[in-house]
C-alpha cells in the first residue's frame, strides 16, 4: 500500500511541476508581447492571459511569477516520494516512513490554503479562471487528499521532521528566489518561441521591415478627422513610428521608453505618433475578453487628459506606475496633471474620444496588427527588436 501511494504521489507532483513550468514559460510570453494564443485561452471566463496581466500574477510585489512557488513545492514533493521509495526498497524504519509523510501532509495542507487563497482572488477579484492554474490547484488537492488518508497512521514531529522540513524550505526559497536565473531559460523555452533582450542577429537585421507600406492615416490637428493623434518630434522628421499600444500592456511601456529615448536623441529626425489599440473587449471588439480590463477606460482618460495639453504627461505616468491602474488611481493621477473634476466631467459627455479610440482600433485591424505593442516604420509594419539605439541608427541612415 506505501509503494502505491509514492507511485501517485511521484506522478501528481510530476503534473504539477509541468503545469507549472508551462504557467512560468507563458507568464514571460505574456509580459512580452502583451496577449499570446496559448491553448489555455479558453474563452472569457477561462483566460490565462487576462490572469498573467494581473496584479497578482507576481504576489507580494516581489516581481516573481506566482509559478516559481508551485514548481519549487512540486519539486519538494516530487524529490520526498523519490527519497520514500528508495528508503522502502534499503529497508528503512517505519518512524522514518511516518516523518516523511508527516512533511508530505503539512506542505500539501498549506498549500491547499494558497490553492484556495488563489481561487478566490482569480474568480473574484479578477474575474477570470486560469485553466494551467485550475490543474496546479487540482494537483495540489489530490496530493492533500493522498497524505491526508495515509496519515491515519498518525504524525511524528520530531527533531529529524523540522530538519527534513527545514530543508524543504530552503529548496522553495532557493527555487523561487532564482528566477532572476532560470527567466533567461524559460524566455527562450517560452510558448511561442519569442525572445526578450536584443541579441546582434536583432541588431543586425533591426532595419528589416514589411516591403508593405501602409496609410495610417495621422490626424494631425484635433479637428481632423475623429480627433488629434498626439505625437512628439518634428513633423518633417525623416523617421516616423507609429506605435498601437495598450496602456495596461507591460511590453507596451519598455517600448514607451525605448521610443522615447529614440526622440529624445534625435528629436528633429524622429518623430513618435500614439495610437491607441486596448486588450478590452469594452471597446475593441476583435478582443475576446477583458484581458486588460481597465485599458479602454485608460485610453479615454489619456484622449482627455491631451484636451487639456497633458497626453504625454499623462501617458508617462500611467506607465511609470502601470501596477497601480485603478479607476480612483486614474482620476488622482488627471488631478495631479492639473485636471479638474469639471474638466474630467465634461470628457464624459464627450462622445469624441471614445470615438477616437474605436477609431484607431479599426485602422489597427485594418492594418493587421495582432498584437501590442505594434511599430510602424515609415508605415510599414516593424517586426525587430524595438530599442532606442536601433530607431537612432534608422534615423542616422535615412
Not at 514559460?25 to 490565462?48: E, F, P, Q, R
Not at 543586425?204 to 488629434?228: H, R, V, W
Amino acid at each position: 500500500m506505501s509503494r502505491k501511494y509514492i507511485l501517485i504521489a511521484i506522478l501528481l507532483s510530476a503534473i504539477g511541476a509541468g503545469a507549472s513550468v508551462y504557467s512560468i514559460m507563458h507568464h514571460y510570453d505574456v509580459k512580452a508581447h502583451g496577449k499570446t494564443d496559448a491553448a489555455c485561452n479558453i474563452s472569457d471566463a477561462l483566460n490565462c492571459d487576462a490572469v498573467v496581466l494581473s496584479e497578482f500574477s507576481e504576489p507580494f510585489g516581489m516581481g516573481i511569477p506566482v509559478g516559481y512557488f508551485g514548481l519549487a513545492f512540486f519539486l519538494c514533493l516530487l524529490f520526498l516520494a523519490i527519497f520514500e521509495k528508495n528508503r522502502m526498497a534499503s529497508g528503512g524504519s517505519y518512524k522514518d516512513e511516518k516523518q516523511l509523510y508527516s512533511l508530505g501532509f503539512l506542505m500539501t495542507f498549506v498549500a491547499s490554503l494558497a490553492c484556495i487563497g488563489l481561487f478566490y482572488i482569480a474568480k473574484v477579484k479578477i474575474n477570470v479562471l486560469c485553466p494551467t492554474c485550475l490543474v496546479v490547484y487540482g494537483v495540489t488537492l489530490s496530493l492533500f487528499v493522498l497524505y491526508l488518508l495515509r496519515m491515519k497512521t498518525g504524525f511524528l514531529f520530531d527533531k529529524k521532521f523540522f530538519s527534513y522540513l527545514g530543508n524543504a524550505v530552503l529548496a522553495v526559497v532557493l527555487v523561487s528566489q532564482s528566477h532572476h536565473v532560470l527567466k533567461g531559460f524559460f524566455i527562450k523555452s517560452s510558448i511561442t518561441g519569442n525572445q526578450t533582450g536584443h541579441s546582434d542577429q536583432d541588431i543586425s537585421n533591426a532595419t528589416q521591415a514589411e516591403s508593405k507600406t501602409y496609410d495610417l492615416q495621422i490626424s494631425y490637428s484635433p479637428y481632423q478627422g475623429d480627433g488629434e493623434d498626439y505625437r512628439k518630434g518634428s513633423d518633417d522628421a525623416p523617421l516616423v513610428l507609429v506605435e498601437f499600444a495598450d496602456f495596461q500592456c507591460p511590453a507596451c511601456g519598455s517600448t514607451a521608453s525605448e521610443l522615447h529615448a529614440a526622440y529624445q536623441a534625435r528629436p528633429d529626425k524622429i518623430q513618435v505618433i500614439f495610437k491607441n489599440y486596448p486588450l478590452d473587449n469594452s471597446c475593441n471588439s476583435q478582443v475576446g475578453g477583458p484581458i486588460h480590463p481597465l485599458a479602454c477606460e485608460t485610453a479615454f482618460f489619456a484622449r482627455c487628459a491631451g484636451e487639456y495639453g497633458k497626453f504625454w504627461e499623462f501617458h508617462d505616468l500611467v506607465f511609470a506606475n502601470q501596477p497601480k491602474i485603478s479607476k480612483s488611481n486614474l482620476e488622482s493621477w488627471m488631478k495631479q496633471l492639473g485636471v479638474s473634476d469639471d474638466q474630467m466631467k465634461v470628457c464624459r459627455n464627450t462622445p469624441a474620444h471614445l470615438d477616437k479610440i474605436k477609431s484607431d482600433i479599426s485602422l489597427g485591424n485594418q492594418v493587421r496588427v495582432q498584437s501590442t505593442p505594434t511599430v510602424f516604420v515609415n508605415g510599414k509594419k516593424y517586426n525587430g527588436a524595438r530599442s532606442r539605439d536601433i530607431f537612432i541608427k534608422m534615423a542616422d541612415e535615412l
